[in-house]
């Protein structure tokens, strides 16, 4: 079967502080960097292991896993089997980027987020400049706070033109028509970030071929929703997949929504749904009121 697999371990350390996020320069003691070398290396081999399926895997760390080398490691690994359809990782992309030479860039690939004040602009671009070089599948993107709104508009000008700028909606903030415009002329897709997606008893892929895995196997239909399907080690979790609808009131996070059958989000995002590409690098048709509708020009 193709499943899909959203892996977050226990790292939780970060060499960030943004002001925003709640894990912010928190340090991982040895003894926990070591839970999670040891954790992540468990789940690489299972997915070496598991030919059965048509595997891709996106790791969502709560810190920043590519400065740690068994991440960089997992994913260059990884990117080289076969029934690997795709392996990604969340990154704020501090991390020295020539590793990816040893990577399979049919396979690999990186969802970036650049953190104004955190990282010089120019560093940063050069980052993705040197991912583009490599032909290493990467998007990037940005918060959407007041602050953040000139650096976007200077990244959108100076990215390689293939690449994605996408905003994320501030948590908890509420935008003006006005501010959403500014937004959505550089992100045309931000009218999905703008509000929560009423989710509640509405279909969605995830504990049927999506499943989130935490770092001592549990299986959860996905990140935000606790009950537990079964474990991946010992296969209890196989009998539970089934299509079921949502729970939840809302759902209000990218790696969450992408996956409602009510959204068309897998049609705009095909072929990238883990990195955050669109099917195009061309023009996305927007509806009046600035809400998303379909992608107009064929894949580059």
């Not at 089997?81 to 990577?103: D, F, K, M, Y």
């Not at 104004?116 to 998007?139: C, I, N």
């Not at 903030?173 to 929560?196: I, K, Q």
């Not at 999506?210 to 010992?234: K, M, P, Q």
Request: aromatic share 8%; proline share 7%.
């Amino acid at each position: 079967m193709d499943l899909t697999i959203l892996y977050r371990g226990p790292l939780a350390s970060c060499d960030y502080d943004c002001p925003y996020c709640p894990f912010a320069k928190r340090r991982d003691t040895p003894e926990q960097l070591r839970a999670d070398r040891a954790a992540l290396e468990r789940f690489t081999a299972w997915a070496a292991a598991n030919t059965g399926d048509r595997l891709s895997v996106l790791f969502t760390p709560w810190g920043e896993g590519l400065v740690r080398s068994w991440y960089r490691r997992a994913l260059t690994e990884l990117s080289r089997l076969p029934h690997i359809a795709r392996v990604a990782i969340q990154t704020n992309l501090s991390c020295r980027t020539g590793w990816l030479a040893e990577a399979d860039t049919d396979t690999v690939a990186l969802w970036c987020t650049f953190h104004p004040g955190q990282t010089p602009y120019d560093r940063f671009l050069a980052k993705s400049r040197e991912l583009a070089a490599l032909g290493v599948r990467h998007s990037v993107g940005i918060v959407g706070l007041p602050e953040h709104l000139e650096p976007a508009r200077r990244l959108r000008a100076e990215l390689p033109e293939h690449v994605y700028l996408w905003v994320n909606a501030a948590e908890g903030r509420s935008y003006t028509d006005e501010e959403a415009t500014e937004w959505t002329a550089l992100d045309p897709l931000f009218g999905y970030s703008r509000h929560p997606h009423r989710s509640a008893g509405l279909p969605c892929r995830t504990g049927a071929s999506v499943i989130s895995v935490d770092g001592d196997g549990t299986v959860r239909r996905c990140h935000f929703v606790r009950a537990e399907l079964g474990n991946l080690y010992d296969g209890s979790y196989r009998a539970a997949l089934a299509p079921r609808s949502c729970p939840l009131a809302v759902c209000d996070c990218h790696i969450g929504y992408v996956h409602l059958e009510s959204l068309p989000l897998y049609d705009v995002f095909a072929g990238g749904v883990l990195e955050r590409i669109p099917a195009t690098a061309g023009p996305v048709r927007i509806r009046r009121g600035g809400s998303p509708l379909r992608l107009t020009s064929p894949p580059g």
